[in-house]
């Protein structure tokens, strides 16, 4: 597959090294992604929906966006969603510098927000699950807006995918652009046609080499891994501790559970246990 190179549209094959993509690997095997549930499991989901898992374990970097809390949506939904995680490893943020600079290279600035810088970063499995002793696909996203401001960029890892733009509310019709996002290949979309006025979707992955990626994970077998880079503005992450009670409350299973491999997420539970009360409560908006 080619390169596509357009003002605020790119597609890069092989932008990975394949030292650099060894490296990621190792690092990856460290992970213990979680499998969150889309809604708090401590009250009824909202009317008309209903609880389900993800279709997929995920894992965050810079920021956890956990599901029950809702997504970082600016201007409707900014504060107490964007919770403090752990800093790219080394490895990640080498690349995360290279792919910023093609950016203020290349982009138009108007697409670039004044303090754009990618600080987040949602790692995507995709595989198949286990279910009743079958194994079910669910590699796939339905559509959808990053809705983080400024350039989105994202690294792909194993089998390729079937990426589309499709117009909102059309999703039956042609999609305004299909991109097989391939092994070690980078993508980065900017400004509102791409960014707000299309919807996007991981239409299906293919599965011709039997791949099972790092790290291991019960009940699921990874064959595509997908780094999606974003911007949160840093006044919006919040540390864990500092998130209101009933927040808290709805994801310090999460946080528990990672603690178990992360020094960071130990860290930020010890630091809610440490925190006297009063200080426990928001901070102001
Ligand atoms: O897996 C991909 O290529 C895209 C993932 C995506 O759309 C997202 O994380 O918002």
Same mark, same amino acid.
């Given at each position: 597959m080619s390169a596509v190179r357009e003002s605020c549209y790119v597609y890069e094959p092989a932008f990975l090294s394949e030292a650099t993509t060894r490296e990621i690997g190792d690092w990856l095997a460290t992970l213990r992604p979680l499998w969150e549930q +889309?809604?708090?499991? /401590?009250r009824p989901p909202p009317p008309g929906k209903q609880q389900k898992s993800l279709l997929r374990p995920v894992y965050w970097l810079g920021n956890w966006q956990f599901a029950c809390l809702g997504y970082y949506e600016p201007p409707r939904r900014t504060l107490h969603v964007a919770v403090a995680a752990e800093p790219f490893p080394p490895v990640l943020a080498r690349v995360v510098a290279e792919i910023e600079k093609q950016v203020r290279a290349?982009?138009? $600035?108007?697409? *670039? !927000? +004044? +303090?754009?810088?990618?600080n987040t970063c949602l790692v995507n499995f995709y595989g198949e699950r286990e279910e009743g002793g079958r194994m079910i696909d669910v590699a796939r996203v339905g559509e959808h807006r990053d809705f983080e401001p400024g350039p989105v960029a994202s690294l792909s890892l194993g089998e390729r995918a079937r990426f589309q733009f499709v117009r909102r509310g059309?999703? =039956?019709? $042609? $999609? *305004?652009r299909t991109q097989w996002l391939e092994d070690r290949s980078l993508q980065i979309f900017a400004g509102s /046609?791409?960014? #707000? #006025?299309l919807l996007h979707r991981v239409q299906r992955v293919d599965d011709k080499l039997r791949l099972d990626l !790092? !790290? +291991?994970? =019960?009940g699921f077998r990874t064959r595509r891994v997908n780094f999606t880079f974003r911007y949160v503005p840093d006044e919006h992450v919040v540390p864990f501790a500092e998130l209101p009670a009933a927040a808290r409350d709805d994801v310090r299973e999460y946080v528990a559970t990672l603690a178990q491999s992360s020094e960071f997420f130990a860290a930020a539970l010890a630091a809610e246990r440490a925190a006297p009360p009063a200080e426990k409560i928001t901070r102001a908006p």
């Open positions: +889309r809604y708090s499991t /401590r290349g982009f138009p $600035p108007a697409a *670039v !927000p +004044r +303090r754009w810088h990618l059309q999703r =039956e019709a $042609p $999609p *305004v /046609r791409w960014k #707000d #006025d !790092p !790290p +291991r994970i =019960e």
